[in-house]
Nanobody, 126 residues
Framework: QSQLVESGGGLVQPGGSLRLSCVGS????????IGWFRQAPGKESEGVSC????????NYVASVKGRFTITRDNAKNTVYLQMTNLNPEDTATYYC???????????????????RGQGTQVTVSS
């Protein structure tokens, strides 16, 4: 059974940092681009960051550039999202997705596949 599982969320003060992890299983993880998306209460989901299957191509939404860093370790079937200088606007449920198409998911931010995790909550508050 194909699965993506996120972890690493929590409550952090403004200016703080968190590292999220997305672990894949049951499918050929290194054949897929992996993306991080987030959804805040009452808002639509948005693409945050995305990495190609090899890790050579990366994209970030403008609001997180310079603060978030995405990496992947295909040997561990894991993608990480290092988040620094967090602010209250980053509060959301963060979830990861997998898609064979980097262009569609990581450039056009399409959420079209069934490969997604349940999410991990990130709350930024003093």
């Amino acid at each position: 059974q194909s699965q993506l599982v996120e972890s690493g969320g929590g409550l952090v003060q403004p200016g703080g940092s968190l590292r999220l992890s997305c672990v894949g299983s049951g499918f050929a993880f290194d054949d897929y681009a992996i993306g991080w998306f987030r959804q805040a209460p009452g808002k639509e989901s948005e693409g945050v960051s995305c990495i190609s299957r090899s890790g050579m191509s990366i994209n970030y939404v403008a609001s997180v550039k310079g603060r978030f860093t995405i990496t992947r370790d295909n040997a561990k079937n894991t993608v990480y999202l290092q988040m620094t200088n967090l602010n209250p606007e980053d509060t959301a449920t963060y979830y990861c997705r997998a898609d064979e198409s980097y262009q569609l998911m990581c450039v056009e931010w399409m959420e079209r596949t069934d490969y997604r995790g349940q999410g991990t909550q990130v709350t930024v508050s003093s």
